[in-house]
């Protein structure tokens, strides 16, 4: 080992090289003929075990060349494609190709973007990413925060600061066991599910979320929600925070956020946004008037992997203290001399969130931010609800389909055959049908969502390479599908 290690981890230049160019070029042709590929081929859990084989840890090493070229194998012909334009489920975008780049580029530099001093570009680069983030949502520039690993720890991470800034001061150091009054947040019905994760995680319990019903819009019924704070606040319990939500996972809906903004300064709680899928749909100046009170907020979460097309993983917490996040998760062990420059202050991001290593999350939301500009933005955003007001449209225009709902760029409808006498339980039924028809034929792939009841198919549009003519075979095979699926139903009540 005399300056000579037989190290088998290094891979050298030449090989390196090599295996590069071959990636770069099998990506490169995955990414180009992605919409001929099936957006699946329905291959159970068993078949991909055998697939890979039942092998145990390998005692020797094998040279990387192959590997890379058997994991190449495997992802690029046995994965589900959400990049295809035909993928419109749950709230997962296609992947800007620069992402790929930049993670390439980001862990070959491997920065740990926890302290300025170990990460000096890449923190900065994070820094900026923020600052574009808050600009890019119209929200003040003097909003900070952290990147994180999505749409959850991003609500997680504004969640606790909430905590510290509305709860008695002696919670750090006491917990929550000390507080004679229970803590309450609030929120709509149609939040996403981790706000049942949060109040866990951070001691409320799911008992003390106050589930609020929805108007006739299906936006949180602000009344309600004042009415249920000043109940609360009667009967002893300290409210802390009010969550609106900003396009809502299910149908898309923006609740009222400058009625919830009020009620928040009335009494004094915390106005948390979860913007995880809409908040970027305020760049489109149709939308605009959707979004008020936005800017009010204590705190933002934002998901650059569904909107801004960052590949995952990339979710975003915006406050607009960002002292709070300080103050929340801050700390100076005696093992980190992260010591600050003369005069000025280099901002060390495991003080700003749950992380203390950190990988270089920014690096592809930076760059695709300006591959393309606010203004390549507004164009994809808006075509994305263009889309899917299409797919509405001529859900609504055919006679075996019925629209249901149409917000930002989710759709939900669902099939409904000729001349049905049929019941409700009868149509819910044909459609889970018929949506696991779909999820396995390899043809498309959309989510579902029920809506008043009703089992309905749900498409979201988060995708660049979807196309109007995408939407027009959707729609084809739907009622192709659809019509098969009900024959199917149909002869095994005869029979
Ligand atoms: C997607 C989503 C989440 C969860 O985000 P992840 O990135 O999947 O963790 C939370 N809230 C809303 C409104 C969402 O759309």
Redesign the pocket.
């Known amino acids: 080992m005399d300056g000579n290690r037989n190290n088998s981890i290094e891979i050298n230049k030449e090989e390196f090289r090599k295996i590069g160019h071959q990636l770069i070029d099998d990506i490169s042709d995955f990414l180009s003929s992605i919409d001929k590929k099936p957006v699946t081929i329905k291959e159970s859990p068993s078949q991909l075990q055998s697939i890979l084989g039942n092998t145990s840890l390998p005692e020797k090493g094998t040279p990387a060349t192959e590997l890379i070229s058997r994991a190449t194998d495997l992802l690029l012909n046995h994965s589900l494609l959400n990049g295809h334009p035909k993928f419109l489920g749950y709230?997962t975008s296609s992947a800007a190709p620069i992402g790929a780049l930049a993670d390439l580029l980001a862990a070959s530099v491997n920065p740990n973007v926890g302290a300025h001093i170990l990460s000096p570009m890449a923190t900065e680069i994070e820094k900026q990413t923020i600052q574009w983030l808050a600009e890019f949502i119209g929200v003040s520039p003097n909003y900070g925060g952290i990147l994180v690993s999505?749409?959850?720890?991003a609500?997680f991470t504004a969640f606790l600061a909430a905590r510290t800034a509305k709860a008695p001061k002696s919670i750090k150091e006491d917990g929550l066991s000390n507080i004679s009054q229970k803590l309450t947040i609030y929120c709509s019905k149609t939040t996403?599910t981790?706000v049942d994760k949060a109040a866990i995680l951070f001691g409320l319990g799911t008992k003390s979320i106050r589930w609020i019903q929805t108007d006739s819009s299906n936006k949180m019924d602000n009344k309600v929600l004042e009415e249920t704070i000043k109940e609360d606040i009667e009967n002893g319990f300290k409210p802390i925070m009010v969550i609106g939500?900003a396009?809502?996972?299910s149908t898309g809906v923006v609740d009222n956020l400058k009625g919830i903004s009020t009620i928040c300064k009335d009494y004094d709680l915390w106005f948390h946004i979860?913007g995880?899928?809409g908040a970027p749909a305020t760049i489109i100046p149709k939308y605009k008037n959707l979004f008020d009170g936005l800017s009010e907020a204590d705190s933002i979460a934002l998901?650059p992997?569904?909107w801004l097309y960052s590949p995952l993983e990339a979710?975003c917490t915006l406050v607009k203290n960002p002292q709070h996040l300080i103050d929340t998760y801050s700390s100076h062990p005696e093992y980190y001399n992260f010591s600050k420059d003369e005069n000025e202050i280099a901002q060390n991001f495991y003080e700003y969130g749950l992380q203390n290593s950190r990988g270089f999350r920014a690096l592809k939301v930076w760059l695709s931010l300006q591959q393309i500009g606010k203004s390549g933005y507004e164009k994809l955003i808006g075509e994305d609800i263009e889309l899917s007001e299409l797919l509405f449209d001529l859900a609504k225009k055919n006679p075996e389909l019925e629209a249901v709902s149409q917000n930002l760029s989710i759709t939900t409808f669902r099939y409904i055959p000729f001349n049905s006498k049929d019941d409700n339980d009868y149509l819910n039924k044909l459609n889970e049908e018929l949506l696991n028809a779909l999820q396995t034929g390899g043809e498309l792939f959309l989510s579902n969502a029920i809506v008043n009841e009703m089992y309905c198919l749900r498409a979201c549009v988060v995708n660049f390479r979807t196309t109007k003519k995408d939407i027009k075979e959707i729609i084809d095979i739907i009622i192709r599908e659809g019509r098969k699926t009900n024959l199917k139903l149909q002869q095994r009540k005869v029979n």
């Open positions: 709230i999505g749409g959850n720890m609500n996403h981790w939500t396009g809502d996972v979860d995880a899928y998901d992997h569904k979710g």
